[in-house]
């Protein structure tokens, strides 16, 4: 099974993007989904996860300005980023670990000020 991240692309300070993480198959026993980033000259950082369940986390520099959510249709996860800032730039990878360890390839993310 592979990860394909999207939705990614240039936006001004203050706008919004909705990124998609779409499975090439069914990920059995998922444990958890999430969203990374990594701005250049940084590590990888853990923007936001939603449990098996449903339970969701963010990151507290996102908190209140993104939402993941997931259609288990589609084999989707969403980032449903608004109030964008520059420092929100990054490349934005997807994650799910279930029996095994899935990460999407990136989209890059670019906000201007």
């Known amino acids: 099974v592979q990860l394909q991240a999207s939705g990614g692309g240039l936006v001004q300070s203050g706008g919004s993007l909705r990124l998609s993480c779409t499975a090439s198959?069914?990920?059995?026993?998922?444990?958890?989904m999430g969203w990374y980033r990594q701005a250049p000259g940084k590590q990888r950082e853990l923007v936001a996860t939603m449990s098996s369940g449903g339970s969701t986390s963010f990151a507290n520099s996102v908190k209140g300005r993104f939402t993941i959510s997931r259609d288990n249709a589609k084999n989707s996860l969403y980032l449903q980023m608004n109030s964008l800032k520059p420092e929100d730039t990054a490349v934005y990878y997807c994650r799910v670990i279930g029996r095994s360890d899935y990460w999407g390839q990136g989209t890059l993310v670019t906000v201007s000020s």
């Open positions: 198959g069914t990920i059995f026993n998922i444990n958890v």
